[in-house]
């Protein structure tokens, strides 16, 4: 189990891929800490994960730091130093770039940036002190290449890459790493929810040479993979989790 003994905190772990990569690190090993905005689906995530392993969930809004600090600060008083922290947290919604409006726009930045950069810096304080520590960053193939009807998302996913990358030059005298993981189109309900129609999807899924989407649990595979000591010469960098599609496109 190559993430035994150590503590990691999930953001936006109650579905879909952050769901996935709380229960992979609970296989590997890992004291998982989760947080979600959705309280109810939060706590039936926990129980349900709890077969598997010390698991507890907390309700968190990573746009709010006052929160952020207070969940982090009560898990290391209550368990110990902070190893990994997964920031996946986020939003995506199918707009058409001339009717994205201002709310919408601040939104999807608040959640996919701000949030992710609030739980790093209150986090990388705690990891700084034990001189250790691993930060995945969920971006996407979006934060990569454009993609039509998702500006606010793709610029948010672009500035989550170089906020990691930044953060490795600067964390790494505390020996923190920092990465990305970047999916393509990966089946959660976050995609479904984006307004995408069935026909759309088949269209999408002729852009991936492996001719199908991925799976939430393959994501998650790349993750515990970045987290662990498996990785420790790896940071600043993407992993690409897409089936080969922006190979060629």
């Known amino acids: 189990m190559k993430l035994k003994g150590k503590r990691a905190i999930v953001t936006g772990s109650a579905r879909g891929i952050g769901k996935a990569i709380a229960r992979k690190m609970l296989q590997e090993g890992a004291q998982v800490h989760l947080c979600d905005v959705n309280g109810a689906l939060l706590q039936q995530t926990a129980a349900e994960l709890a077969s598997i392993g010390t698991v507890d969930g907390q309700v968190v809004d990573v746009t709010q730091r006052e929160q952020v600090e207070a969940f982090v600060h009560g898990i290391v008083q209550r368990s110990g130093p902070i190893d990994i922290l997964v920031n996946n947290a986020g939003v995506a919604v199918f707009q058409p770039f001339l009717s994205i409006d201002d709310r919408q726009w601040q939104r999807t930045l608040d959640i996919n940036v701000t949030g992710g950069f609030i739980f790093s810096q209150v986090a990388a304080k705690h990891m700084a002190e034990q001189q ?63 307004g995408m129609s069935d026909q759309e999807i088949a269209a999408y899924l002729e852009k991936i040479p492996l001719g199908r989407w991925g799976k939430v649990d393959e994501v998650a595979n790349a993750v515990s993979f970045l987290a662990s000591d498996e990785a420790s010469f790896i940071t600043g960098t993407e992993l690409v989790v897409d089936g080969g599609q922006i190979c060629q496109e």
């Open 132 to 194: 250790k520590g691993s930060i995945v960053h969920l971006a996407s193939t979006n934060g990569l290449l454009g993609e039509a009807g998702l500006a606010h998302y793709n610029a948010s996913k672009a500035a989550i890459i170089l906020m990691s990358k930044t953060m490795a030059i600067e964390l790494a005298p505390y020996q923190i790493r920092s990465n990305c993981v970047c999916p393509g189109f990966i089946r959660t309900e976050l995609a479904s929810e984006g």
